[in-house]
């Protein structure tokens, strides 16, 4: 399964934008990109996904490199809601989700 | 409409006992997966159920087997309970399509299993 490289922490001020970044550099061209976030004493939540294109929900962008090596998450106006871990997750065939450690997002008031 | 349930919420063994998990999936999903998540750690994938049968595995030992039931519903099982079995086990439910890798997995609450 492809790796995901994603820093452990990041910090962000309320209502700000925030940009998440995650790095695959060994990912294979029908892979695609997952983000999910798992807030406190939850379960993971779906947030997006893409292959090569940016893509936009109404949870969040997701921005990926001509190269397709690294993506990122953009938040756009972070709230106090969106403190979770955030985990960057490559789907290819045959696979299945494997998470790595994610990116702890706190956000501050 | 509900989503993915989990039952019991929270569970306490001592070592060598068995222990069985239960799931509901969202309805309309017919695939169900079973992680662990150890604390401060992102979640591992057990095994995923489609059809009534393991579809996929990942690295857990025999002691972790499961069955999916007709109406999709899953229980997890875990024998001979170690100490390390202590954790989160979280059961997501998806609608299996033709482009698996785009399937949206949703996940329950969990069931926080303490092994004493």
């Known amino acids: 399964d492809a790796k995901t490289t994603q820093p452990n922490s990041m910090e962000s001020n309320e209502e700000e934008p925030v940009h998440l970044p995650c790095n695959h550099s060994t990912i294979s061209g029908t892979d695609y990109i997952h983000w999910y976030r798992q807030l406190p004493s939850q379960g993971p939540e779906y947030v997006i996904h893409?292959?090569?294109s940016n893509v936009n929900n109404r949870m969040a962008s997701l921005a990926i490199a001509e190269d397709r090596k690294s993506s990122t998450l953009i938040l756009h106006r972070a709230t106090l809601r969106d403190a979770a871990v955030y985990y960057c997750i490559l789907i290819g065939y045959g696979q299945n989700f494997v998470f790595g450690p994610g990116t702890r997002l706190s956000v501050l008031p | 409409d509900a989503g993915v349930t989990q039952s019991p919420t929270h569970l306490i063994k001592t070592r060598g006992q068995q222990v069985t998990l239960r799931c509901s999936p969202k309805s309309g999903h017919d695939t169900v997966s079973w992680y662990q998540q150890a604390l401060g750690q992102g979640p591992q994938f057990i095994f995923q159920y489609y059809e009534e049968e393991e579809r996929q595995r990942g690295n857990f030992p025999d002691r972790f087997s499961g069955h999916q039931f007709p109406n999709y519903s899953s229980e997890l099982n875990v024998n001979a309970l170690l100490l390390g079995d202590s954790a989160l086990y979280l059961c997501?439910?998806?609608?299996?399509?033709?482009?698996?890798?785009?399937?949206?997995?949703?996940f329950g609450p969990g069931t926080r299993l303490t092994v004493l």
């Open positions: 893409g292959l090569t």
């Open positions: 997501a439910s998806s609608l299996t399509s033709q482009y698996k890798r785009t399937d949206t997995q949703y």
